[in-house]
């Protein structure tokens, strides 16, 4: 039952207009229950400095039982960010996307999680298995079975 | 003087008894909001169209409480892996 996702999706936009997306997170579009799209930038003191990324969040009809697909938003002259968890094809490597989704979660917390995974790089580079992975990739990432490693990146 | 009712309206009012800040819950939404479907414990789940004993509270050992319609949504499924959305532990429904 579509009305669902779009009931919960409803109040989270409503909270977003009337109290805002947290610091380095801006809503660009969210005309439908269907994707909305973010730009997310790092404050204070990254690698990422000044840098801004849009991200995609897609729902299905069962959010947030099922968990939102999310990637980095590459076309038109946007890209993913340099990150050892993110494919040049802005997939990106998280746990909290995958087997440690929980229905609690919400929009928001994923782009600061993201936003803090960006924070705390050490060195921009892409996944080791990036080239192999973006040539196999299916077109949404929760298709990915991703292996979790190394969450000190 | 001397005062003759002739017509009286009962008005109650009732609320889950969450545990929580009672009697005002401290008036953080937080509190008062199912965490899955983020709709008020007195509401009802999307699911439901009425509020009450139909669409009841589900209360875990670890004591966090959703509706219990959303919370065996998310128990069902294999991802929840049979764990609280609050803090991944192992869902006990507790004894109320």
């Known amino acids: 039952m579509a009305s669902i996702a779009s009931r919960r999706l409803a109040k989270e936009l409503s909270e977003i207009k009337s109290e805002g997306c947290p610091v380095g997170i801006k809503l660009v579009k969210a005309d439908d229950f269907a994707t909305w799209w973010f730009t997310i930038e790092v404050m204070g003191e990254s690698l990422y400095q000044s840098e801004v990324y849009t991200l995609q969040f897609r729902f299905d009809a069962q959010y947030p039982i099922s968990s939102p697909a999310v990637q980095f938003v590459v076309k038109d002259g946007l890209e993913a960010p340099i990150h050892p968890h993110v494919y040049s094809n802005g997939h990106i490597c998280a746990s909290i996307l995958g087997n440690e989704w929980s229905p609690v979660l919400s929009v928001t917390a994923v782009c600061v999680t993201l936003q803090s995974m960006l924070a705390s790089c050490k060195k921009k580079e892409r996944p080791v298995d990036n080239d192999r992975y973006v040539r196999n990739a299916p077109e949404n990432p929760k298709k990915t079975q991703f292996e979790y490693h190394d969450d000190s990146v | ?96």
């Open chain 2, 1 to 96: 003087m001397k005062v003759t009712v002739k017509h009286w309206h009962a008005v109650a009012q009732w609320r889950w008894d969450t545990g929580g800040t009672e009697p005002d819950r401290g008036g953080d939404d937080e509190e008062d909001v199912c965490g899955i479907c983020r709709a008020a414990y007195e509401g009802c789940c999307p699911s439901c169209k009425m509020p009450g004993d139909d669409c009841p509270l589900i209360w875990g050992q670890c004591s966090h409480v959703f509706h219990m319609h959303c919370l065996l949504k998310w128990i069902g499924t294999p991802a929840s892996k049979q764990q609280c959305p609050m803090d991944r532990r192992p869902w006990v429904t507790a004894e109320r």
